[in-house]
């Protein structure tokens, strides 16, 4: 009897663990920065696993792509300077790029193995890294916010757990370093983990934006990969309220629609509980 290969996800974070069957491993290697796996998970196609953590696969990506990328970008009225911080595998890239407006997109993350595996593996991100407006520094994203002279509209975190040299991209200092390069009417949105299970990262991230931005929102999505289910972003703003204004949607998508939006925010209600540590659950 044949026994099937599994893998189990190891969020630092999470009280319990995702299995997976594992179908066919595809590659194995280490950066200097973590261990860099791409494997067929049945039922999901091919994953991208950093230290032992999905990262994403191709069945369900473009929720949390999209709901990263679309919900701040429609919030402003004309993002034409991006950047992404982390995002080295280009999926929220290849959202950011459906807007015509945008005339320029960095892409800022300091693996440079996370870029080459899934130009290598993962096609549907592979034409991405040929757009004009795309520029990729393998590089540290705190130095590059602390040391970058000019302005973007929009700075989208993209960042695995906040662990090691992550964790202080989750903390008010950075997001300090963020509020300087952001234009008039600048819009930062950051991954936030799950509020059923990391609901004390949630919190801590909400407040530190409060005491850096005036306008400080949450964004929700469903994912049927990440621990948890019910994951949380991060919305802060210079100046703009994203339940007030949008651009209607004008790009094709998967899931984001202007009828979706609404369904995207937080209640206000949870919100307070959240930041003041009494959702008790």
């Given at each position: ?116 595996v899934t130009k290598e593996f993962f096609p549907q991100f592979r034409d991405v890294f040929n757009d004009r407006r795309l520029t990729v520094l393998h590089q540290d994203g705190m130095k590059f916010v602390k ?85 949380a972003l991060s919305y802060a703003s210079k100046s703009i309220n994203p339940r007030e204004y949008f651009r209607k949607c004008d790009v094709e998508t998967r899931y984001y629609a202007d009828d979706v939006r ?20």
């Amino acid at each position: 009897m044949k026994r099937d290969i599994v893998f189990i996800d190891n969020d630092p974070y999470s009280p319990v663990n995702h299995m997976y069957r594992v179908k066919e491993i595809l590659y194995t290697g280490s950066s200097e920065y973590q261990e860099v796996k791409v494997v067929v998970l049945d039922g999901y196609g091919k994953a991208l696993i950093l230290d032992d953590v999905v990262q994403f696969t191709e069945k369900e990506e473009f929720i949390y792509h999209e709901t990263l990328a679309h919900v701040p970008l429609f919030s402003h009225p004309d993002p034409k300077n991006v950047l992404i911080i982390g995002g080295g595998d280009g999926g929220v890239a290849r959202e950011v790029l459906k807007h015509n407006c945008v005339k320029r997109l960095f892409l800022v993350d300091i693996d440079k193995m996370v870029t080459d595996v899934t130009k290598e593996f993962f096609p549907q991100f592979r034409d991405v890294f040929n757009d004009r407006r795309l520029t990729v520094l393998h590089q540290d994203g705190m130095k590059f916010v602390k040391e970058y002279k000019e302005k973007f509209d929009v700075v989208l975190i993209d960042l695995t757990d906040p662990v090691g040299p992550a964790k202080p991209l989750f903390e008010e200092p950075f997001y300090r370093d963020v509020y300087n390069i952001l234009s008039e009417k600048g819009i930062i949105s950051c991954q936030n983990e799950s509020i059923w299970y990391h609901k004390n990262i949630v919190k801590d991230v909400q407040n530190a934006l409060l005491k850096v931005f005036p306008i400080v929102d949450i964004i929700t999505f469903i994912t049927p990969i990440y621990t948890g289910y019910w994951w949380a972003l991060s919305y802060a703003s210079k100046s703009i309220n994203p339940r007030e204004y949008f651009r209607k949607c004008d790009v094709e998508t998967r899931y984001y629609a202007d009828d979706v939006r609404p369904y995207s925010f937080l209640p206000q209600s949870i919100i307070q509980k959240i930041r003041t540590g009494s959702l008790d659950y």
